[in-house]
């Protein structure tokens, strides 16, 4: 019988917009006398003022998630930004508590989400290693006969008796994991922090991360789908908070890079999590790229799209933008409408627009699209916005485009021209 020895059952993670701010008492004060008194939000965020109307509004970072993992496996959990996974990790090391549901697991948790976790500036890094240690559950014996091998490993030792406040953040990560992995953990967790490090210095970790996992449990998040592949087997998918899928890696990287998208020319965003802060006054409908039986298109192409949006007051000078990922990657880039539309109150709004991909390298991407207006102030204000609108790929045709073969070294992932709305 397999050992699972982590158990997520039914785990719910409620928050409430604004509540919690991280700030002062003074500046929430200063922010509840305003609102008490109909005044404008001394605090807040320029281009968002006492427009979000979300203050104490609850939702969900994380709904419903169960899973098991087994000793002996190393468990990539993949996610977007914002899909759950560092409040995730932050429930199996109890940091905070599930709103609902169950978490379970046997044996000692060490845990490296933050860099500079559990450091104490003013200590010494030697002095650091025995509070980790502490924390871990580790007695100061245990630490000393593991000490030297610990300096060793983070690559620090000239550096060791001075204080953690004059450290790099590269510094703090090489220690803090030398510490996590060296204290014989039951279970690892590393949230990304190894991306502070050396090149040299990660591939040191994922080694050891590999000894660890053969007798104990490691779970790791990464959008470097190379490292993951180095390292697991098996994976976790989060999308806006909710498991998608648990199991084999490729189908889970395959899910992430939005390959359930690939090909749709026609996306309905009613059932779609939706990311703006303003969506109740002008919301993104449905979208349809035009033109094309399955969206790949040759170099030098443009997408011709149409959007249909709703909106529920008066907006000027509403416009849109799009942000492209490479699939599997965390580089971007943007391309801009100028103003389009002046919306009237209820009203719903179809529009037609061509974007360019110029020298767009050949490859997947992913499109992030969002409405907003800027105001006489010079402030974008955000309205709606929609993660993973749609996917498409841009192919080279070396018959056709002699003399335009991609070399991306050379000339780099991105070059796109502005968002024209046009008329068909």
Known sequence: MNDIVLEAQHVYKEYRYGVINNRTFKDDLAEKIAKIRHKENPMAKIGNQDLSGRDGQKFFALEDVSFDIQRGQAVALIGRNGAGKSTLLKLISRITSPTKGLIRYKGNVASLLEVGTGFNRELTGRENIYLNGAIMGMTKNDITKRLDEIIEFSEIGPFIDTPAKRYSSGMYVKLGFAVAAHLDPDILICDEVLAVGDVSFQDKCIRKMSELASEHTVIYVSHNMRTLRQLCSTAIYLEEGKLTYSGDLEHAISLYSGA??????????????????????????????????????????????????????????????????????????????????????????????????????????DARIWLYMVDPMGRMISYDIVPNAFRFAVTQNPGKNQGLLWNEKALGLFRMGDIERIKL
């Not at 779609?272 to 039986?293: K, S, T, W, Y």
């Not at 959007?307 to 942000?323: C, D």
């Open 260 to 365: 359930s998208h690939m090909g749709e020319t026609h996306r309905d965003f009613s059932d779609v999590r939706h990311q703006g802060n303003l969506g109740r006054f002008v919301r993104l409908v449905e979208m349809d790229i035009l033109d094309v039986a399955a969206c790949e298109f040759e170099m030098g192409a443009s997408i011709r799209f149409r959007l249909k949006m709703l909106s529920s007051v008066a907006v000027s000078g509403l416009k849109i933008g799009i942000q492209l990922t490479r699939a599997g990657s965390d580089i971007l880039s943007t391309a801009l409408s100028a103003p389009f539309a002046d919306t009237k109150e209820n009203e719903i709004l179809t529009e037609t627009f061509e974007m360019p991909l110029g020298g767009l390298a050949p490859g997947e991407y």
